[in-house]
């Protein structure tokens, strides 16, 4: 089978600190995989190489390859603006832009040239619904996006997100800023996203991997410990230390 | 030490004392029934209200360390094999109490021939020694002991079947023993069923520590 996002013998430094060490990972489409590990185990900065969200950092360089389907997104005739269209990202804390909500859900359209309203409507009716926030604010798409509540925000920045029409969307702890009742409706939307979608995580809440993924990777000091069937992490882990983390007896 | 090894120590010390509990309900079950002494089957059957209990503190404990703690990997299988050790001790102390009725029940002792013919002494020790050691491989988490458990269930079966045929062959020789004859094969039948209920024990205690499903499977 062919996988969607493919990780081969991946290094990451920071200047002299080895960040990510000799990573392989291999990722299939239309599936949610949860990235786990203590603070610092390199679980975000390996996140963001999917859509090159590194880049910029101060002495950032790598190794080995990042594929999206077969293609080499760190080649030189990747354009990064079209990788970031395809792989989509979602942050901890919700970041709305402080335009309305309709603006902000059409943003990257709008910035692609796209003018026609009657395409922006409907990628703005669709990308809401899509959200499962469209029944929440379709009276009132020309109200300010930050008079929404903090989970509101977060499936509106998904909906921004999704407006693009990505293939892969990144989510880094997206509701550990969230109440639990908009935890479970995140989680309720990562699930049925998937159908459409290959998405990855990282969640510092255990049982949010274990509720919403199908493949947790467990990350420490750098080097991915065990990848598996979440199901086989949480019930019969291989490696010790990935038993001592989760169960909670280290990191 | 980390915060969740503090109720799994307090659980895991509260089933332990739960089968020394059934052991000593046991070991007085066998003594009353070899010495016919009605009044150490009488204390076993009060007692039988104890093991209840604490079956009931267990379960309760396991269900708090389940809701609190949200188990995982090997504190999960952890709490689910309590769980079922806990109801497989429980009903072996019923079995103690059952025999201990038995005694209660008649008026003299059984017919020593009959219980002699059919190991029941024998058969007893070795169920106590099976539930020991059993114990054993609970507390140092001991697979390999656990394994040894299923040979003393062979052992077990093995005498009751053998039990069906002498007591058969002395009934037809003497039928004025067949009241005597049907307690001790309601005796050999529940210390048989002792046999089952350690075998899961053990099956539980591989499952938690190894992670390896034995039930209904050939054992390895």
């Not at chain 1, 390996?46 to 390859?65: E, K, P, Q, S, T």
């Not at chain 1, 942050?91 to 040239?113: A, C, E, H």
């Not at chain 2, 021939?113 to 029941?120: D, F, K, R």
């Not at chain 2, 003393?152 to 069906?164: G, Q, V």
Request: proline share 3%; net charge negative.
């Amino acid at each position: 089978m062919k996988y969607k996002l493919t990780s081969k013998e991946v290094h990451v430094w920071y200047g002299d600190f080895h960040a990510i060490k000799n990573v392989s990972l291999q990722i299939r489409p239309n599936t949610v995989t949860a990235f786990i590990g203590p603070s610092g185990c390199g679980k975000s900065t390996f996140l963001r190489l999917f859509n090159r969200m590194n880049d910029y950092i101060d002495g950032f360089h790598m190794g080995g390859d990042i594929l999206i389907d077969d293609r080499n997104i760190y080649g030189k005739r990747t354009l990064v603006e079209e990788l970031r269209k395809e792989v989509g990202m979602v942050f901890q804390k919700p970041n709305p832009f402080p335009k309305t909500i309709y603006d902000n859900v059409v943003y990257g359209l709008v910035i692609q040239g796209i003018r026609d309203k009657r395409v922006l409507d409907e990628a703005c009716e669709q990308s809401l619904q899509q959200a499962a926030l469209w029944n929440e604010v379709k009276d009132d798409l020309k109200k300010s996006a930050l008079a929404l509540s903090g989970g509101q925000q977060q499936r509106l920045c998904i909906a921004r997100t999704l407006a693009v029409k990505p293939t892969v969307i990144l989510m880094d702890e997206p509701a550990s800023a969230l109440d639990p009742l908009s935890t479970v409706k995140i989680e309720e939307l990562i699930t049925q996203l998937k159908e459409h979608y290959t998405i990855v995580i990282v969640t510092h809440n255990m049982q949010q991997a274990a509720r919403i993924s199908d493949k947790t990777a467990f990350f420490y000091v750098g080097e991915l410990i065990e990848y598996d069937s979440t199901v086989n992490i949480f019930t019969n882990p291989k490696q010790e230390k990935t038993q001592s983390y989760i169960t909670g007896r280290f990191g | 030490m980390s915060q969740i090894d503090n109720p799994v120590h307090k659980i895991k010390g509260d089933l332990s004392e739960m089968f020394q509990l059934v052991s000593k309900q046991l070991t007085k079950a066998q003594q009353a029934l070899q010495k016919f002494d009605k009044d150490l089957a009488r204390e076993v059957i009060q007692i039988e209200r104890r093991v209840n209990g604490e079956e009931l503190q267990i379960d309760r404990a396991a269900e708090n360390f389940i809701a609190l703690y949200a188990p995982v990997a090997i504190d999960l299988r952890f709490v689910l094999a309590v769980l079922k050790i806990n109801n497989n001790l429980e009903r072996i102390g019923d079995i103690a109490e059952g025999i201990s009725k038995y005694i209660l029940e008649t008026e003299k002792n059984f017919d020593a021939g009959l219980t002699e013919s059919c190991n029941v002494q024998p058969m007893f020790e070795a169920a106590i020694r099976m539930l020991n050691d059993t114990q054993t491989a609970f507390d140092n988490e001991d697979t390999n002991i656990a394994r040894k458990i299923f040979k003393y269930d062979d052992y077990l079966d093995h005498i009751n079947m053998e039990a069906i045929q002498i007591l058969s062959d002395m009934v037809k020789k003497d039928p004025s023993k067949v009241g005597d004859a049907l307690y001790i094969i309601s005796i050999i039948r529940k210390l048989e069923r002792i046999g089952d209920q350690l075998k899961n024990i053990a099956e539980e205690i591989i499952f938690y520590i190894e992670a390896k499903v034995l039930k209904h499977a050939e054992r390895k």
